[in-house]
């Protein structure tokens, strides 16, 4: 039989790991604090700098300028992306300390650019989260990538995926997993 001690240790470890576990994620959500990223697209040369949640939500100017900014460059097409996708980028700065650009590879891909992407490489999801403007592949200007993999994967938080020879690094919001 335990004694209670025993058990009360047990109550405080499991809630000191909840709040270990938990915390990163109050405080990324602190629904007071501004969320601001700047990109460059390799692609377009375009850049962006822009605070897209401000006084507790998300600002939907800057969402719709992100939208058109991270569109398929390939055929204009664009796509509402997924907001969770540019708190995942800002937590990563934020727990790294980066203040640098991200630079953009690939977000939103439309069907067509997806199909001729997978004709021509292995590395393509049929069903990728790229078509649901749910993925974004970057690398951040003053931080390593195999770092910017670690504090990604640190999230738990969605995929994460790493391309060492391609020099970046594939985010998203779907179920968490890591290649």
């Given at each position: 039989m335990s004694s209670p001690l025993r058990k009360n240790r047990g109550r405080r470890l499991v809630a000191v790991v909840a709040m270990i576990l938990i915390a990163p994620t109050l405080a990324q959500e602190s629904p007071g604090v501004d969320r601001h990223l700047s990109f460059f697209h390799t692609h377009t040369a375009e850049?962006?700098?822009?605070?897209?949640?401000?006084?507790?939500?998300?600002?939907?100017?800057?969402?719709?300028?992100?939208?058109?900014f991270l569109r398929d460059?390939?055929?204009g097409d664009a796509a509402d992306m997924d907001p969770a996708v540019f708190d995942i980028l800002h937590e990563i700065q934020r727990r790294s300390g980066s203040a640098g650009t991200f630079e953009v590879i690939s977000?939103?891909?439309?069907?067509?650019?997806?199909?001729?992407?997978r004709d021509n490489s292995s590395g393509v999801a049929k069903n990728s989260q790229h078509l649901l403007g749910k993925a974004i592949d970057v690398r951040l200007t003053d931080l390593d990538t195999a770092e910017l993999r670690?504090?990604?994967?640190?999230?738990?938080?969605?995929?994460?995926?790493?391309?060492?020879?391609?020099?970046?690094?594939?985010?998203?919001t779907g179920r968490v997993r890591q290649w």
């Open positions: 850049t962006i700098d822009v605070t897209y949640f401000k006084d507790g939500a998300y600002v939907t100017s800057a969402l719709d300028d992100l939208n058109h460059f390939r055929t977000a939103y891909r439309s069907p067509a650019t997806n199909e001729m992407l670690n504090v990604a994967l640190s999230l738990g938080r969605g995929g994460v995926g790493y391309y060492h020879s391609s020099d970046f690094v594939h985010v998203d």
